[in-house]
């Protein structure tokens, strides 16, 4: 089984397809956005069209096999390829697309092992960090794997981070909102009234 997913850019506009459990995600300004999604068999969309297509889930894995629902390969697998090239195992990928702007970042682009321990904000969060330190993306992807690994990931770990400035992410500051405290007097006597009460 093969998962795989594609990247194109063409100037301001970013195309992703995917199939299986490799994923991209875009850093916006700091934040996460999922440029592709899991295929899983459990999940709600894949299910629907698996067992359409005459396939089951059982306990996460299709047909009672496989980790995912869109792959290139494992045909050779019973009830993976039905007559006609119709099966519960795909490889149509996914596809996705966005207008990048001028807040957009960097993209990363790994394989399950990865997305198995580190959800997608986790990830930019960790990335940014590591590219505000030292702006070196062949750099932070061997930290990425490396933390990766000691959050004990158990599956392939590939990683590709495309940064899209020349200059690392700017720290982002974000003002605290002013909250003002304060209490009347009559609010104050209230509440002197109420702890006399319970110290009787």
């Known amino acids: 089984m093969l998962s795989y997913f ?3 850019m ?3 506009s970013l195309l992703v397809a995917n199939a299986g459990d490799c994923r991209a995600v875009l850093c916006r300004r700091g934040k996460a ?3 592709s999604r899991d295929h899983k068999p459990s999940c709600n ?3 629907i069209r698996i ?3 005459g396939g089951y889930v059982d306990d996460g894995y299709l047909n009672g096999q496989l980790n995912v629902a869109r792959a290139i390969g494992d045909w050779h697998m019973e009830g993976m390829k039905a007559c006609g090239g119709l099966g519960p195992l795909t490889a149509e990928p996914e596809v996705m697309t966005m207008d990048l702007t ?3 970042e960097f993209l990363i682009m790994g394989c399950d092992g990865i997305w198995d321990v580190f959800l997608s904000q ?6 940014r960090r590591k590219l505000q330190e030292h702006n070196d993306p062949a750099a932070c992807c061997k930290e990425l794997v490396d933390e990766a690994i000691k959050r004990k990931s158990g599956d392939n770990l590939s990683v590709v981070v495309v940064c899209f400035n020349s200059r690392p992410p700017p720290v982002l500051t974000t003002p605290r909102p002013r909250v003002q405290r304060s209490i009347s007097a009559e609010g104050l006597r209230e ?4 702890l006399d009460s319970l110290a009787d």
């Open 51 to 53: 067992e359409a297509l």
């Open 45 to 47: 969309r894949e299910k």
């Open 10 to 12: 063409l100037n301001r």
């Open 33 to 35: 956005i999922e440029m």
């Open 122 to 127: 986790n990830a930019v969060d960790f990335a």
């Open 102 to 104: 001028d807040e957009d």
């Open 6 to 8: 594609c990247v194109w």
């Open 191 to 194: 509440l002197q009234s109420f």
